[in-house]
């Protein structure tokens, strides 16, 4: 066993984790953040919704969809000079956060504006009739009845964020996944390279089990 | 009341102007129950729609007691359909939301009631409803008429003057739509509040309406009492809605009428005059024997009518008529 595993260094792995989770956390509470207004209102833009308005959605759509077809290892390139601006530095925990709110963000507004649209029609005429404003009928009635759908979206991006974070190693993010890259890829040390991964897995799992656990929990169908 | 000058609706569709509904008048009073009927896509969604103004109008003024709902501002819009309950075919109810809350939400959505008054106001509702042990479930947990009573609950929680029926029944089984018009006709006889209900059946309409409007391809090609635009339909599309109803299929009755000898007369019995042994006597006194070809008993809302179909033979056919016309029955006469 010892002889099996003679390249890791525990505390390395266990500094990487939290990196890991760091990444991944922060940059899900700002992609949250920012997307779920966008998807909101690219919601309400959309055809005979709302507040219907075709140029602001076609504006929207078009930065978002920008945003998610950049593959996101060019992205993490492409954001440098950007995330220098924003946080001072390109590199560590701090340097991949941006370019993963980048990818994240958008990626989430698409997933909270398809959950809008299952929220039965019916139940946004209802509200209207009952004398709603739109931001009440966005507060009282589209957000409650999306959550379950919401929070199911929460979790896939957390798991893409797992894997973007994985990724962000490739210009010296920090975390499991510039690990991997350092020790498992550039020094061959293929112990450390199935650790990284199996944590990852673990990783994924959990997230996945807790989102589901919490579907279930908030869906009332 | 409600009502409608010269109102009309048309969604622009590629462009071109689709009509959905044609210029209409009409006038719904106060305290009524007014139905409308008629198919799908005859217009009667739309219609009901630009009562609380979530269809808005192309064309015409609607006046609400006497003001003129299409000229309100968004805020006076809002204040204005607080006032107007609705209740849906499907429900509507919100999933997340217990019964309780769903019947709270317009409350809370008016900002103008304290949490005391709406916790007292939905235990007054929910007990109205009979859906007092329900009060903590959520609506997936609920059958379709328990639902609905969800949403008439929800619907007059702030105590609206009007509510408007959208198909209520359509989605539920015949008893339970039973449970839900006598519940809609009490709440009207005790609140005094005006009742407009769109349907495709024309059974909704007898059960509970007062007068009754019906709608084809966008237009009101029929309006008056209940009683009358059911035991004497003009327009064609109220016929077979009115045959529907009763169950009769216009060509077998035909070939019925076809095989039978003499003369062939309609009578309607309304009222008291339902109840009289009046067949019996007019054969006695003038000598005519009839057979009965087709018949129906029963209520429009509260009042009893009958409507048999009649062949006479023999005797004086005169003496009949007088008789019929006497006790105050309509007769028609087919053949």
């Known amino acids: 066993m010892e002889a099996l595993l003679s390249n890791v260094d525990w505390t390395e792995i266990g500094w990487a984790s939290w990196d890991t989770l760091i990444m991944v956390g922060m940059s899900l509470l700002f992609s949250v953040v920012i997307g779920l207004p966008i998807g909101v209102l690219l919601f309400l833009t959309g055809k005979r919704q709302l507040l219907e308005q075709p140029v602001a959605y076609s504006v929207l759509s078009f930065v978002v969809n920008v945003l998610r077809s950049v593959p996101f290892i060019i992205l993490l390139i492409v954001m440098i000079p950007f995330t220098v601006m924003l946080i001072g530095t390109s590199l560590g925990v701090a340097g991949a956060i941006p370019p993963l709110v980048a990818g994240g963000a958008p990626f989430f507004a698409r997933l909270v504006e398809t959950s809008l649209r299952e929220v039965d029609r019916g139940i946004i005429e209802a509200t209207q009739a009952m004398g709603a404003s739109v931001r009440q009928i966005i507060f009282g009635a589209l957000l409650p009845e999306a959550l379950p759908g919401i929070i199911a979206g929460v979790t896939v991006t957390a798991i893409t964020l797992v894997s973007y974070a994985a990724m962000s190693g490739v210009i010296g993010g920090g975390g499991l996944g510039d690990l991997a890259i350092r020790f498992g890829y550039q020094r061959f040390q293929t112990d450390v390279m199935v650790i990284t991964v199996a944590l990852l897995v673990i990783f994924v799992q959990v997230l996945q089990m807790v989102g589901d656990r919490l579907v279930l929990y908030f869906s009332r169908k | ?335």
């Open chain 2, 1 to 335: 009341m409600i009502v409608f000058d010269q109102v009309q609706k048309s969604y622009q569709v590629g462009g071109r102007a689709i009509p959905a509904l044609q210029p209409t008048d009409m006038a719904i009073e106060t305290g009524e129950v007014f139905g409308i009927v008629g198919h799908s896509g005859a217009g009667k969604s739309t219609l009901v729609r630009l009562i609380n103004l979530l269809e808005p109008p192309t064309g015409g003024r609607i006046l609400i007691d006497d003001e003129d709902i299409t000229g309100y501002s968004p805020s006076e819009l809002r204040a204005f359909r607080r006032k107007v309950g609705m209740i849906f075919q499907h429900f509507n109810l919100l999933s997340s939301k217990t019964v309780a809350d769903n019947i709270a939400f317009p409350m809370k959505l008016a900002g103008i009631y304290s949490k005391t008054e709406i916790r007292d106001r939905v235990e007054e509702l929910l007990a109205r409803v009979s859906l007092t042990e329900h009060a903590n479930k959520y609506p997936s947990q609920l059958s379709g008429g328990q639902k609905q009573r969800v949403g008439i609950a929800r619907a007059l929680a702030c105590r609206p003057t009007i509510l408007l029926c959208d198909e209520a029944t359509s989605a539920l089984d015949p008893q339970t739509t039973q449970s839900v018009l006598k519940l809609l006709a009490d709440i009207n006889r005790e609140l005094g509040l005006t009742i407009v209900l769109i349907t495709h059946e024309m059974d909704v309409v007898r059960r509970v309406c007062d007068r009754v409007a019906v709608m084809d391809a966008g237009r009101v090609v029929e309006m008056g009492p209940v009683s009358e635009v059911f035991l004497h339909p003009q327009h064609p599309t109220t016929r077979d809605f009115v045959f529907e109803s009763e169950n009769i299929d216009n060509q077998e009755l035909q070939q019925d009428l076809e095989k039978a000898d003499g003369r062939i007369l309609r009578l309607t019995f309304k009222g008291e005059s339902t109840y009289q042994p009046l067949l019996g006597s007019v054969a006695r006194e003038s000598g005519v024997d009839f057979s009965i070809l087709s018949g129906r008993i029963d209520h429009i809302k509260d009042t009893p009518y009958g409507q048999l179909t009649l062949s006479l033979v023999g005797g004086d056919l005169d003496i009949a008529m007088k008789q019929f016309e006497a006790a105050d029955v309509h007769v028609e006469v087919l053949r």
